[in-house]
């Protein structure tokens, strides 16, 4: 949805005036405003409405951000065991 709206802002644009468009979206304070709507709406839509989606979020997106964090050093391993039986090690 963020991307769709993205789009249509610049569409009609020239290349040009991209930078200058995207330039204000990239500073702190909009960034901090933007993430604070995004609490807000959430907050709106899934807390105060005592939605079971919060509780799926917070697993998943758990579940989601150990394996992205774990997903490199389980790579390093599995090379690791890929070369000691090339190399006949343990």
């Known amino acids: 949805m963020a991307m769709r709206k993205f789009y249509s ?6 290349v040009k005036e991209v930078p ?4 204000p ?9 933007e993430f604070q709507r995004w609490l807000d709406n959430y907050h709106a839509k899934y807390i105060q409405n005592n ?4 509780p799926y979020h ?3 997106g758990g579940m989601a ?4 964090f774990a997903l490199p050093e ?7 065991q890929e070369h ?7």
């Open 9 to 14: 802002e610049i569409k009609g644009l020239k």
């Open 20 to 23: 200058d468009h995207v330039k």
């Open 25 to 33: 979206m990239l500073s702190t304070n909009y960034l901090k405003n």
């Open 51 to 54: 939605s079971i989606d919060l």
């Open 58 to 60: 917070v697993c998943f």
């Open 65 to 68: 951000f150990s394996y992205m």
């Open 74 to 80: 389980e790579h390093c391993h599995l090379k690791h």
């Open 84 to 90: 000691a039986k090339e190399h006949g090690g343990h």
